[in-house]
């Protein structure tokens, strides 16, 4: 009897149902409870940030499993320096977008600064509109240990919650953009604080610049998925803004972005030939014209 190799026996015994995560085909959306299966089977799996209907599509075709509507569209699409500005109403515009987009993709809404804050009462005001208005499957806030009560009755009122740790953009004002969990005094604090979200109910936990070594560790002992940016290979999942990873981004990428195109060249190039043609009276031709 010829022996499968491992990927393919994993992805044998999920072909129906939800499949595996990635590029697998099905008539349903994936779930959290899907999520949940791939981490024990060992399964790695992509998310990308996606902010309208056109381009979540694309990378629903694609077979990505998960997208995050991040509030990183404050840098990326809405000119806003950091991802503070960015508002509730923003989030819940963009994310119900990316919801008509896709088919298959679980969908994550972030809630953005200001609105859990406060407490487990405002975070599951906020969180509401995300799934009822917007009709994402989750959400997502930042925050360990402090965020544990929100985290808590999120879950406990059936809205499914993944956490973010390590760098936190939310609050780049107090703690600036640089690497978390260095030392061995911030290294048991991220500890605690993922072992924190996993206790208050969290699918998923988002480890953002985190030493690989620490990111590792926190994988081998959570039961939940990590999803990694800048925290190495050894995470469950990887996670990158779209418009970062595709070039479309201007300026200089931190170090753990890898580009896979260059976007932003090649929309140069042809706003540049369309312009050109219409300055020199070549466009539009016969075969664009209307009679």
């Given at each position: 009897?010829?022996?499968?190799?491992?990927?393919?026996?994993?992805?044998?015994?999920?072909?129906?149902?939800?499949?595996?995560?990635?590029?697998?085909?099905?008539?349903?959306?994936?779930?959290?409870?899907?999520?949940?299966?791939?981490?024990?089977?060992?399964?790695?799996?992509?998310?990308?940030?996606?902010?309208?209907?056109?381009?979540?599509?694309?990378?629903?075709?694609?077979?990505?499993?998960?997208?995050?509507?991040?509030?990183?569209?404050?840098?990326?699409?809405?000119?806003?320096?950091?991802?503070?500005p960015v508002t509730l109403d923003e989030m819940t515009m963009l994310s119900a977008a990316v919801v008509?987009?896709?088919?298959?993709?679980?969908?994550?809404?972030?809630?953005?600064?200001?609105?859990?804050?406060?407490?487990?009462?405002?975070?599951?005001r906020s969180a509401t509109r995300l799934v009822k208005e917007a009709g994402v499957q989750a959400v997502?806030?930042?925050?360990?240990?402090?965020?544990?009560?929100?985290?808590?009755?999120?879950?406990?009122?059936?809205?499914?919650?993944?956490?973010?740790?390590?760098?936190?953009?939310?609050?780049?004002?107090?703690?600036?953009?640089?690497?978390?969990?260095?030392?061995?005094?911030?290294?048991?604090?991220?500890?605690?604080?993922?072992?924190?979200?996993?206790?208050?109910?969290?699918?998923?936990?988002?480890?953002?610049?985190?030493?690989?070594?620490?990111?590792?560790?926190?994988?081998?002992?959570?039961?939940?998925?990590?999803?990694?940016?800048?925290?190495?290979?050894?995470?469950?999942?990887?996670?990158?803004?779209?418009?970062?990873?595709?070039?479309?981004?201007?300026?200089?990428?931190?170090?753990?972005?890898?580009?896979?195109?260059?976007?932003?060249?090649?929309?140069?190039?042809?706003?540049?030939?369309?312009?050109?043609?219409?300055?020199?009276?070549?466009?539009?031709?016969?075969?664009?014209?209307?009679?």
């Amino acid at each position: 009897m010829t022996q499968l190799p491992a990927a393919q026996t994993a992805q044998t015994k999920t072909s129906d149902g939800g499949k595996t995560l990635y590029g697998g085909k099905g008539t349903r959306r994936i779930t959290v409870r899907d999520i949940a299966a791939a981490k024990e089977r060992g399964e790695k799996w992509p998310m990308l940030t996606a902010y309208d209907a056109m381009t979540a599509s694309v990378f629903d075709e694609a077979g990505i499993p998960v997208m995050l509507v991040g509030d990183s569209a404050g840098n990326c699409h809405l000119g806003y320096e950091t991802t503070v500005p960015v508002t509730l109403d923003e989030m819940t515009m963009l994310s119900a977008a990316v919801v008509r987009g896709t088919s298959r993709a679980l969908i994550v809404g972030d809630l953005p600064f200001g609105s859990y804050q406060e407490g487990p009462v405002q975070a599951l005001r906020s969180a509401t509109r995300l799934v009822k208005e917007a009709g994402v499957q989750a959400v997502k806030l930042e925050g360990g240990e402090r965020s544990h009560e929100q985290i808590r009755l999120l879950v406990e009122s059936g809205i499914p919650v993944m956490a973010h740790i390590g760098l936190t953009p939310q609050s780049v004002n107090a703690m600036g953009y640089r690497v978390q969990g260095r030392g061995e005094e911030a290294a048991q604090q991220l500890l605690r604080d993922a072992k924190a979200v996993q206790d208050a109910g969290a699918f998923a936990v988002v480890l953002e610049l985190v030493p690989a070594e620490l990111a590792a560790e926190v994988t081998r002992v959570l039961h939940i998925p990590t999803v990694g940016i800048g925290a190495g290979a050894e995470t469950d999942a990887q996670v990158l803004v779209w418009t970062d990873m595709l070039g479309l981004t201007g300026g200089r990428m931190p170090k753990f972005v890898k580009q896979y195109a260059n976007l932003r060249e090649v929309m140069g190039n042809a706003v540049k030939a369309f312009a050109e043609e219409v300055v020199g009276g070549t466009f539009p031709q016969e075969e664009h014209s209307v009679h």
